[in-house]
């Protein structure tokens, strides 16, 4: 009895490793290191790194986060990057190649991943709002007209900026027709625009899984420059606010000096 051969599938044996695989691969070591430093800088370094700065003791958040970086941070990506080098597997099998128990550490992995884009999709479906309305601005307090103004005018988000008035009444719909918040089920707290741009997101996300690694490289090399363009941008322009304030900016911000708010009266006050 003759038995027909299997059909042969190509293999390919990763630099360094010893296991050979048709898993995907990356075009070359540069377009790797490019995706991984893509992967690395995201709106969380532009916006809420520097938010947290601020907030909790400037230079002494930034030198724990320095030291966190080369104990955890660093170490653990190095480990992960190798170990998914050697087994040439995902974080479940990689874990598993180890020790089998282990496996559901690469599966909490994943799942953790799941969790932060469920975070970051949301993210990024509001600032696509915010791309296609920042030209005019209609969050601005000149501009800010909304059909819930009226009753914002006696609510007691009055106080706040329009700006933050904005984003909760016409970009995630979070308060009512008379600023009034969203009681949990109500079935009008939901934002139309919000979960479009949302939907594009994870369309968007699911096409490069897809697609595999060309489309990552091709994303990476395309959005890279732009984290420091705006990295860049926003560096000029805090040196321009901080000349305006004759270089005490930086010292508010570093925590070095106290900064000043409104108080009640109007008068600056301190904390």
Request: one cysteine or more; a neutral charge.
């Given at each position: ?134 030209s005019s601005q209609p969050y601005s307090a000149a501009n800010f007209n909304s059909s819930r103004n009226i009753g914002c005018q006696t609510a007691e988000i009055m106080q706040k900026p329009s ?109």
């Open positions: 009895m003759q038995v027909e051969p299997k059909a042969l599938v190509a293999v390919a044996k990763a630099p360094g490793s010893d296991i050979e695989t048709d898993r995907p691969r990356w075009m070359n070591r540069w377009t790797f290191l490019i995706a991984t430093v893509s992967a690395a800088i995201g709106i969380g370094n532009v916006v809420r790194f520097p938010y947290l700065t601020f907030k909790h003791g400037g230079s002494t958040f930034i030198w724990t986060y320095v030291y966190a970086l080369f104990v955890i941070g660093i170490p653990m990506l190095i480990l992960e990057l190798t170990l998914g080098q050697k087994m040439q597997k995902g974080s479940a099998g990689s874990m598993r190649g180890i020790v089998p128990r282990l496996a559901g550490i690469g599966y909490v992995a994943s799942f953790s991943g799941f969790v932060t884009a469920l975070t970051y999709n949301i993210i990024l479906g509001i600032s696509i709002i915010y791309l296609f309305t920042a700006e933050e008035i904005y984003l909760f009444t016409e970009v995630v719909n979070l308060y009512g027709e008379y600023c009034d918040v969203y009681q949990s089920g109500d079935p009008g707290a939901f934002s139309m625009p919000l979960f479009w741009s949302n939907a594009f997101c994870w369309f968007f996300c699911c096409l490069i899984m897809v697609v595999g690694p060309r489309a990552i490289e091709i994303k990476a090399i395309l959005t890279l420059p732009l984290r420091f363009i705006f990295i860049i941008v926003f560096v000029v322009n805090y040196m321009g606010l901080n000349n305006k304030e004759s270089g005490d900016a930086i010292g508010w911000y570093l925590n070095g000096d106290q900064f000043p708010l409104p108080s009640a009266e109007g008068e600056a006050t301190t904390f």
